[in-house]
């Protein structure tokens, strides 16, 4: 028989990376929100999930069995061929931990594959992480990177992340950059997937005494960050990069890619257009139709983003605690390391004495 596992038990095995995820929810429920790492075995598709809905809500609970039982038993050899290629121990969870994770726990184990299931679910899940994110304090030292936009903010953090540093991605974990054009080229993940890839991070990073992460303001694209970040931002070592502004404009073509998503820049721009002078609006979108780009964001950097962030940097009490003026990204990642690492040595002679 199968065996209940708690979130907190869940938690432990996560830890240890000893048990893989199994959602057995449709695919459109595993494509809104899931544990992150779980694979998807859904249990029915969208539509047999939506008949057997329809025949509960409608017919009769015994109905909706019925015609579940008639589904499964068609497609249950391939099904539980599926969960046999999967080395790894399982568990499987479905909503709330009702009946379609019982009902696969409950076949696999009459099949001989053992399967833990998560009692609650994803409900369960979602819960916790909720629940932690709003009880979790961090005790870290934050250095909170910031500049104007295309200063290859995003880029440095990502290099730095590749070699190692303990670096909260915020906008790679909300898919969207920040901006009217944030979303271009890009998946934007709701609020539930956030949160879960966040609590992912932070728990990796529990250990290190300090993390990085950008300037975001409260709200990147559709998701709003959680306080305990946002805490941490006020209290942090902030680093200022400046760069040429040729470099920014290299950096904003090389991130957006205008020509594989020029409709889609042209929409957002549009939405902003009234807010620039109009010559200067008209210039940039003759630019963006005659795919000179890099004029365009050349003009949008001088005429918008830049005064835009320079008034909202002076709404904000931070204070800046290192200026980092590069030639290039690559330039500006040394000497953020180099920033680092004199901060962390100064933190260790303090806390020796």
């Given at each position: 028989?199968?065996?209940?596992?708690?979130?907190?038990?869940?938690?432990?095995?996560?830890?240890?990376?000893?048990?893989?995820?199994?959602?057995?929810?449709?695919?459109?429920?595993?494509?809104?929100?899931?544990?992150?790492?779980?694979?998807?075995?859904?249990?029915?598709?969208?539509?047999?999930?939506?008949?057997?809905?329809?025949?509960?809500?409608?017919?009769?609970?015994?109905?909706?069995?019925?015609?579940?039982?008639e589904i499964v038993s068609a497609k249950l050899p391939a099904f539980i061929k599926q969960?046999?290629?999967?080395?790894?121990?399982?568990?499987?969870?479905?909503?709330?931990?009702?009946?379609?994770?019982?009902?696969?726990?409950?076949?696999?184990?009459?099949?001989?594959?053992?399967?833990?299931?998560?009692?609650?679910?994803?409900?369960?899940?979602?819960?916790?992480?909720?629940?932690?994110?709003?009880?979790?304090?961090?005790?870290?030292?934050?250095?909170?990177?910031?500049?104007?936009?295309?200063?290859?903010?995003?880029?440095?953090?990502?290099?730095?992340?590749?070699?190692?540093?303990?670096?909260?991605?915020?906008?790679?974990?909300?898919?969207?950059?920040?901006?009217?054009?944030?979303?271009?080229?890009?998946?934007?993940?709701?609020?539930?997937?956030?949160?879960?890839?966040?609590?992912?991070?932070?728990?990796?990073?529990?250990?290190?005494?300090?993390?990085?992460?950008?300037?975001?303001?409260?709200?990147?694209?559709?998701?709003?960050?959680?306080?305990?970040?946002?805490?941490?931002?006020?209290?942090?070592?902030?680093?200022?990069?400046?760069?040429?502004?040729?470099?920014?404009?290299?950096?904003?073509?090389?991130?957006?890619?205008?020509?594989?998503?020029?409709?889609?820049?042209?929409?957002?721009?549009?939405?902003?257009?009234?807010?620039?002078?109009?010559?200067?609006?008209?210039?940039?979108?003759?630019?963006?139709?005659?795919?000179?780009?890099?004029?365009?964001?050349?003009?949008?950097?001088?005429?918008?983003?830049?005064?835009?962030?320079?008034?909202?940097?002076?709404?904000?009490?931070?204070?800046?605690?290192?200026?980092?003026?590069?030639?290039?990204?690559?330039?500006?990642?040394?000497?953020?390391?180099?920033?680092?690492?004199?901060?962390?040595?100064?933190?260790?002679q303090l806390n020796e004495k």
């Amino acid at each position: 028989m199968f065996q209940d596992i708690t979130i907190e038990e869940w938690s432990a095995y996560r830890d240890r990376k000893e048990l893989i995820m199994i959602d057995v929810r449709s695919p459109s429920e595993y494509a809104d929100a899931t544990i992150p790492g779980s694979l998807n075995i859904p249990l029915f598709d969208d539509q047999e999930r939506a008949e057997i809905g329809t025949l509960y809500k409608q017919v009769s609970v015994q109905a909706a069995k019925e015609r579940g039982l008639e589904i499964v038993s068609a497609k249950l050899p391939a099904f539980i061929k599926q969960f046999a290629e999967i080395p790894q121990n399982k568990s499987v969870f479905c909503w709330r931990g009702g009946m379609r994770s019982k009902t696969t726990a409950t076949l696999l184990s009459l099949m001989g594959i053992h399967a833990y299931r998560l009692t609650g679910g994803y409900r369960a899940y979602r819960q916790w992480v909720v629940e932690q994110l709003n009880t979790l304090q961090l005790d870290q030292q934050a250095f909170v990177i910031h500049g104007n936009t295309g200063s290859g903010k995003t880029a440095i953090l990502r290099k730095l992340k590749e070699k190692g540093y303990p670096v909260l991605d915020l906008e790679g974990l909300a898919g969207h950059r920040g901006s009217i054009f944030g979303e271009i080229g890009l998946k934007a993940h709701n609020q539930k997937t956030f949160d879960a890839l966040l609590m992912d991070d932070l728990r990796t990073y529990s250990e290190p005494a300090y993390m990085l992460f950008e300037a975001e303001s409260r709200r990147i694209g559709k998701i709003t960050l959680p306080d305990l970040i946002m805490d941490r931002r006020a209290s942090g070592h902030h680093i200022q990069i400046e760069l040429p502004l040729e470099a920014r404009v290299r950096q904003i073509i090389e991130d957006y890619k205008p020509w594989e998503n020029a409709e889609a820049c042209m929409r957002a721009f549009k939405q902003i257009k009234s807010r620039i002078h109009t010559p200067i609006a008209a210039e940039i979108e003759s630019c963006l139709m005659n795919e000179q780009y890099a004029a365009a964001v050349e003009l949008l950097l001088v005429h918008y983003y830049d005064p835009m962030y320079s008034h909202s940097s002076s709404t904000h009490e931070e204070k800046i605690t290192s200026y980092v003026k590069a030639a290039s990204v690559d330039d500006a990642m040394t000497q953020i390391e180099g920033i680092i690492s004199e901060a962390m040595s100064v933190q260790l002679q303090l806390n020796e004495k």
